[in-house]
């Protein structure tokens, strides 16, 4: 199994920067990919980047030029950098992690909001 904590998830004006987290523990070898999802409300949960054990990186439309995921594998943690942020990005991310099953995060909330 594969257990994920996030962390930094919160309020931030519009056109501010966030940093969000996701450490992994457990069967990480198995790990084929990593990413975030968010899900705000009302709406369907939709997949905002991932990146392999490969290195590719892939974004939704809507965060390219903004969002950067990244890893640091010493530390089993991939980080999810958002900058110009907009109300539209409010929602609750959740990371994932990809093994021949998925696993999940809590989730953590991010409010853009003047």
């Known amino acids: 199994q594969v257990q994920l904590v996030e962390s930094g998830g919160g309020l931030v004006q519009p056109g501010g920067s966030l940093r969000l987290s996701c450490a992994a523990s457990?069967?990480?070898?198995?790990?084929?990919?990593m990413g975030w999802y968010r899900q705000a409300p009302g709406k369907q949960r939709e997949l905002v980047a991932v990146i392999t054990s490969g290195g590719s990186i892939n974004y939704v439309d809507s965060v390219k030029g903004r969002f950067t995921i990244s890893r640091d594998n010493a530390k089993n943690t991939v980080y999810l950098r958002m900058n110009s942020l907009t109300p539209e990005d409010t929602a609750v991310y959740y990371c994932?992690?990809?093994?021949?099953?998925?696993?999940w995060g809590q989730g953590t909330q991010v409010t853009v909001s003047s």
């Open positions: 457990g069967m990480i070898f198995s790990i084929n990919a």
């Open positions: 994932y992690a990809q093994t021949t099953l998925t696993y």
